[in-house]
């Protein structure tokens, strides 16, 4: 399996994270090879054409590939019989976003244009 070095990781997710909304969360790596690869090694594979919304937080372990399209959004805006459910202004007050965790565990790939809510 082909993985990125934490350079080419660390510049494939500048690329692809945002924060649509003022709550940041995070994102987390856990995980090391047992085999005894390089120690620049991530055992990690995400393509410069996915999005991670970082609202919530993330948490990826190893072996895990993320291909081009794919978009993990982590948060939700909660509609509780509003009548109207959004309008831009109530989209910036944090009480309209409730962010999420997702773990993803090893050895999963997700495949292109899967969209993960």
């Known amino acids: ?3 990125q070095t934490k350079q080419e990781l660390g510049d494939a997710l500048k690329k ?3 924060v649509p909304h ?3 969360g995070k994102l987390s790596i856990v995980g090391k090879d047992p085999i005894g690869r390089e120690e620049n090694d991530t055992c990690l594979l995400i393509s410069s054409g996915a999005s991670l919304d970082l609202t919530g937080e993330i948490i990826l372990h190893r072996w895990v590939m993320i291909a081009s399209g794919c978009c993990i959004v ?3 805006h909660p509609y509780r ?3 109207i459910l959004l ?3 109530e989209l910036s007050g944090s009480e309209f976003v409730e ?3 997702l773990e993803i565990c090893e050895d999963v790939w997700l495949f292109q244009s899967l969209i993960l809510p």
């Open 16 to 18: 692809i994270s945002y």
């Open 81 to 83: 019989g509003r009548e």
């Open 1 to 3: 399996m082909i993985t």
């Open 22 to 24: 003022k709550i940041i």
């Open 74 to 76: 982590n948060h939700s």
């Open 99 to 101: 962010p999420s965790e």
């Open 87 to 89: 309008l831009k202004e």
